[in-house]
């Protein structure tokens, strides 16, 4: 739940923020492969983002000590998400994408330090 809620309110707002939809639509590379807003896949992504949590959850299970109980344990889940994440080094280096770090970048960036640190900050409560 709170992949699917810092997904969306991100994605929300920088939407209204940026114009994402015309960017992609006027980038050679970019209208090339990405789907246009109206798209009925875009329009379910609200709705995916609540499997997309479950999975994200279940890849974290097993390094939840880790992740909840060490110093920083919310820097070290931002970190490994955002490497491995959407805009990695390798799909800068070997993608034809155009790169401007205002589309996206900040989004991300925002959204997964915010999912890491309410993960981290949610704790379970311990039973009597």
């Given at each position: 739940m709170i992949h699917t809620g810092t997904y969306l309110f991100f994605g929300?707002?920088?939407?209204?923020?940026?114009?994402?939809?015309?960017?992609?639509?006027?980038?050679p590379v970019f209208s090339a492969i990405m789907k246009p807003a109206d798209a009925l896949s875009v329009r379910l992504a609200p709705l995916v983002q609540i499997?997309?949590?479950?999975?994200?959850?279940?890849?974290?299970f097993p390094f939840r000590s880790v992740i909840r109980?060490?110093?920083?344990?919310?820097?070290?889940?931002?970190?490994?998400?955002?490497i491995l994440?959407?805009?990695s080094i390798e799909g800068f280096?070997?993608?034809k994408f155009s790169y401007n770090p205002?589309?996206?970048?900040p989004e991300i960036t925002l959204q997964m330090l915010?999912?890491?640190?309410?993960?981290?900050?949610?704790k379970p409560k311990a039973s009597a």
């Open positions: 929300i707002l920088f939407i209204l923020l940026s114009d994402y939809f015309s960017f992609f639509a006027t980038d499997i997309r949590g479950a999975l994200l959850g279940l890849a974290i109980e060490g110093k920083y344990g919310w820097l070290k889940l931002f970190w490994l998400l955002y994440g959407p805009g280096l070997y993608t205002l589309v996206g970048v915010a999912f890491s640190w309410l993960f981290c900050r949610n």
